[in-house]
Every structure is written in structure tokens, then in C-alpha cells.
């Protein structure tokens, strides 16, 4: 199936509350115990000193995870929409581990002018994070040359996201389980998220042709693809 791209940000209110009001907690249980894994087999514990970002925090579903999960960090979500990041603040706001989130603070950057970021950022990520953000982006080198600047030598990268599916039956019959649970928007959302999504050897072609053969591509089930490594 052809790549369609969709709009990188996610700014429309509707679109932003359907997202939010959707229950996606599995999966980002899911995300955290995978990079915990991952940690621990490199022999990597963090602590007060290291910095955690989350790119396309969105409204901060898996930022507050992170927060959690590693309660001496410092955490940052990064998000492109204002209506995302008001969003994750109020979400952070009324949270029931309020207390637990003080670890964690919201930037609004689109990830292609990080570059003017960085000073809000200051110091070296030891995690950089994103879940369900590379699909959004249209050309794969503005997610690369990101995630190449904010990276030092002791940045391990996580990034999860859709793997396109291999043809538009298969779309549509991702779309309609997904009708099952959720609206009609955020069932939109996701079909053309499917279609926007890039596949496993588009990925792979892209990092070994970019000099980033330092980041390995990992297909998780059928659905889903993880970049993960050193940059
Ligand atoms: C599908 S949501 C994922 C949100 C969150 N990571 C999660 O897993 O719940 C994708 C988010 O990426 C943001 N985004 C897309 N392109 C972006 C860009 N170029 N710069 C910053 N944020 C971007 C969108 O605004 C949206 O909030």
C-alpha cells in the first residue's frame, strides 16, 4: 500500500479530546515495561541526573508513565499542537499522582524547530522517547536529523509507532475493529494514520542509507515497528 501522508500536528479540539477521552493504557504499559527491559540489559539505571524526552507527547499519556516509572529523573514532553499541550498541562493538573508529576514539564516545539529548543532543554537526554509520533511526520529525515541533534553518545533512543499494513483490506479491517471501540474521529484518525505510516524496510532502508546503522528496527507483532539504539 502506498504511503498517504496525514497532517503532522494534531491541533484540532475534537480531535484532541476524542484522543485523550480514548483508552490507550495497555499499549503504554506495555511501551514502559519495553524500555525497561531495555534498560536493564544494557545495565542502565537513571537517576537525578538524567533527563527523559518524550517527542509528540500529545496529551501526556505516556510522559506521565515516564514521570512515574523513573521518579528521580527529569521528564519533558514536547508537542508541536497548543490544544495537545494545554491538554497534557490540565491532564497533569488533575491527575491523580499530581504529587508524583512534579519530575515532568511540557515544551510546545514542533520537533523540526528543536533546534531553538534546545536551550530549554539544557543538558543531555539519557532517554529520548516517542510513541505513535513518526508517522506524523511527512519526510523521515526531519524525524532522523531530530533525533540526531538532541542525541549525545549517552542517549538511548526508543521510538514506537504503526507499521503501515500491506494493503488497503487490511486498513480497512483495522479500521473497522477500531470502530468498535472508539468515535468516528479518532476511528478517522487512525485509518489515516495506518496510511500514513511507514513500513518496516522503509525504515531500515533509511537508517542504513544515513549513516544510523547504530539504530536497529524492530518489528513488534504485526502491527507495530520500534527504533531503538544510540544515534
Ligand atoms: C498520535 S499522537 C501520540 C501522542 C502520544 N505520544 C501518545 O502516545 O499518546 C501524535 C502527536 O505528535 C504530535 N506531532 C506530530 N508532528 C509533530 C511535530 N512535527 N512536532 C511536534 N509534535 C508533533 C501531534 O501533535 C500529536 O500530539
Redesign the pocket.
Known amino acids: 500500500m502506498e504511503r498517504i501522508p496525514e497532517p503532522?500536528?494534531?491541533?484540532k479540539k475534537d480531535q484532541?479530546i476524542s484522543?485523550d477521552e480514548a483508552d490507550?493504557s495497555e499499549?503504554?504499559v506495555n511501551?514502559i515495561n519495553q524500555i525497561n527491559h531495555y534498560l536493564l540489559r544494557k545495565n542502565i539505571s537513571l537517576g537525578e541526573k538524567d533527563l527523559i524526552v518524550?517527542?509528540?507527547?500529545?496529551?501526556?499519556?505516556?510522559?506521565e508513565k515516564l514521570a512515574i516509572k523513573w521518579a528521580n529523573t527529569e521528564v519533558v514532553g514536547?508537542?508541536?499542537?497548543k490544544e495537545?499541550i494545554l491538554r497534557a498541562e490540565y491532564n497533569k493538573n488533575i491527575s491523580q499522582n499530581k504529587k508524583k508529576l512534579k519530575n515532568l514539564r511540557y515544551i510546545c516545539?514542533?520537533?523540526?524547530n528543536i533546534k531553538s529548543t534546545n536551550f530549554l532543554i539544557n543538558r543531555d537526554i539519557s532517554l529520548l522517547v516517542?510513541?505513535?509520533?513518526i508517522?506524523?511526520?511527512t519526510n523521515l529525515e526531519?524525524f532522523f536529523n531530530t533525533i540526531k541533534s538532541l542525541s549525545s553518545n549517552i542517549t538511548v533512543n526508543f521510538h514506537k509507532d504503526l507499521k503501515r499494513p500491506l494493503d488497503e483490506k487490511s486498513a480497512l479491517e483495522l479500521k473497522a475493529q477500531c470502530s468498535t471501540k472508539y468515535n468516528e474521529i479518532l476511528t478517522n484518525?487512525y485509518y489515516a494514520?495506518l496510511r500514513a505510516s511507514y513500513t518496516f524496510k522503509e525504515l531500515k532502508k533509511f537508517t542504513s542509507e544515513n549513516d544510523l546503522s547504530s539504530l536497529d528496527v524492530f518489528e513488534d507483532g504485526d502491527k507495530y515497528l520500534i527504533v531503538y539504539g544510540n544515534v
Do not use: A
Open positions: 503532522e500536528l494534531m491541533e484532541v484522543y490507550f499499549g503504554e511501551l518524550d517527542l509528540g507527547c500529545g496529551p501526556g499519556n505516556i510522559s514536547i508537542d508541536g499542537s495537545m516545539s514542533d520537533i523540526k516517542s510513541n505513535s509520533l508517522h506524523h511526520i526531519d484518525d494514520s
